[in-house]
């Protein structure tokens, strides 16, 4: 799995663990699994309008990840998400 961070206004894509620091938002996408898609970039931009630090989460065999376990796709699964927010926070 993994995030594809949008780049902010700043220039920053990764939010800082440290220093200024905004509310994150982490977009979950349909069925295609990837970030390369209208609504997830609608979404994204008026959330960073509104001063959020935006990510699309990342399924697994999304193109760009790679595939590192031996459950290639679980969309649905809660566990994943869990990884997701306790890796970001």
């Known amino acids: 799995m993994g995030i594809d961070w949008y780049i902010d206004s700043d220039g920053v894509g990764k939010p800082a663990k440290v220093g200024k620091k905004k509310p994150i938002l982490l977009l979950f996408p349909g069925l295609g699994g990837g970030?390369?898609?209208?609504?997830?970039?609608?979404?994204?931009?008026?959330?960073?309008?509104?001063?959020?630090?935006?990510g699309t989460v990342l399924y697994r065999c999304a193109p760009s990840v790679p595939?590192?376990?031996?459950?290639?796709?679980?969309?649905?699964?809660?566990d994943d998400v869990r990884h997701v927010v306790d890796y970001v926070n």
């Open 35 to 54: 970030s390369n898609n209208m609504y997830t970039h609608g979404l994204a931009k008026a959330a960073q309008l509104r001063g959020f630090k935006c």
């Open 67 to 78: 595939v590192t376990s031996c459950r290639l796709t679980a969309s649905c699964c809660w």
